[in-house]
């Protein structure tokens, strides 16, 4: 990916999660809650538990022309991850707030705002939370078609329910996994992966939703199956639904993805990524309608 | 844990991979390699990946009285971990120096070093590392006895092998289900857990290695096997040989451990902890024969 470069002051806003801190910069109008940190100075301590474990969670929202993308669909999973984490529940008031005065920061075009709620500094009282707004990374060559390889995640499809502490549906900080898949995908020559669970079904994306489609219908797996529930997956399902497009939650077979009709990668950032070939295997790609769809996504969403 | 204290200054010492940072302060004795930060002040930025996503690794080291303890093993497996995580070779001479000026700094009694290697910041040059020190926490209680759960880790034993992006011989930050684990333990009113494998044999703990006797027998599950090679199991071992007792890795069945004659969980900082009882059934432990062990583990071990 191209370096993003950072979208100004105030690229970061922190603040305690249940007990905001004193704002550093009284004259800010969201003084009272937050904040406002240089996102290139040091700002937290070697003791962060999201620094030493991975012990937290976060979101990433999308924001065009100054517009963040539904915010609500990600402070709900925020409190959603928050929940499987046993971390107090988020001031949602106070993530709101953060995340419009981040928006209020970025310039045109795309951008995007990271929520980052850490367990906060090791045997410390509370939290820490923070926001950071940089400028997107440009994702014109993703939304023309990306090739794809599957790779096992390892757990079978009855591991998320009967092993809650697998954290399988929080969004959590410890990402390594997710990393390390994408730098495999890149080393068999492909720009992405789609996990699937060690007896073959379609999960996720490292950082993105599956859709596929057959005909006028479209399937993702269900969430609760080990994945993320995609805030852009669902608003791409409610598009579908207006068009008159059929759309479910279902299991969806590794081996159904080399026979689909179409499908897609979707997230917040890069937005609808259609897939031109699965392990090798090339799918069909309907430019115009993918364009359409990142039309959609690309217009106020909330 | 009680809350440890800080070591006092150095309690962090940070620098950048491969290319060490100036020191900020070239009064100190290790000025060319890394600088010197006060542990409880803003050291990292918010764009650390370690941070935003587990990426990274670490060890713990165990120091008593100021002599840190099995310092190569600990960093033969840092080196490891890199290379399980596509990162660059750690410069071990600078480790060797950052960590002897952490242990210097430590008071009587035990402490812990922990080295931590980023990935760095987010689309930056170099990798970021740093070493803290704090003083370990009582772990009086938990030498005499710790109640142990069994928890589904989530992947069958086939893993490890098939899906190395699963980074399961590597020690990351992305820590976030080894603490909902202890969590879990904990919930269930005990102090700690043994993972097991989907198909059913014996992992670790998630912050300790397992050993099982068996007569003068002792075993523990054969690294490779989607498990760290536990430092202080490795010198346990050694220290069991030189007894005259008979050491192996084999396959240990979760079945095996309600038979066993004893077992532990043994870590660089907590030390050998016999398990007073598996999922609700009690074990036999040797408190004279544990109580040798720790002694032996808390004399200075190289």
Known sequence: MPAPHDAGAPGGASGRGGAPAASTDPGTEFAETFAV??????????????????????ESIGVVDGHAQEVEAHLERLAHSAQLCDLPAPNLAQWREAVAAAASQCPAGECVIKLILSRGI???PTPTAWVTATEAADFTR???GIRVVTLDRGFDSGAPARAPWLLLG??????AVNMAA???????????AIFLSSDGVVLEGPTSSVIVRRGDRFTTPAPGAG?????????????????GFE???????????????AAWLVSSVRLAAPILSIDGHPLAVDAAFS????????????
Do not use: M
Request: aromatic fraction near 6%.
């Open 37 to 58: 940190v240089d996102p290139g100075a040091p700002a937290l301590s070697v003791g962060e538990l999201s620094t030493q474990r991975g012990d937290g969670i976060f």
């Open 122 to 124: 090791e045997h410390g």
């Open 142 to 144: 993703a939304r023309a």
């Open 170 to 175: 929080a969004k959590t900080l410890s990402y």
């Open 182 to 192: 994408i730098r495999e995908a890149h080393r068999r020559g492909a720009d992405d």
């Open 227 to 243: 994945i993320l529930h995609g805030t852009t997956q669902l608003s791409v399902f409610a598009h579908l639904e207006h068009l």
């Open 247 to 261: 759309t479910a939650y279902e299991t969806i077979p590794a081996t159904a993805l080399a026979t689909a009709d």
């Open 291 to 302: 364009a359409a769809l990142n039309e959609y996504l690309l217009s106020p969403r909330d």
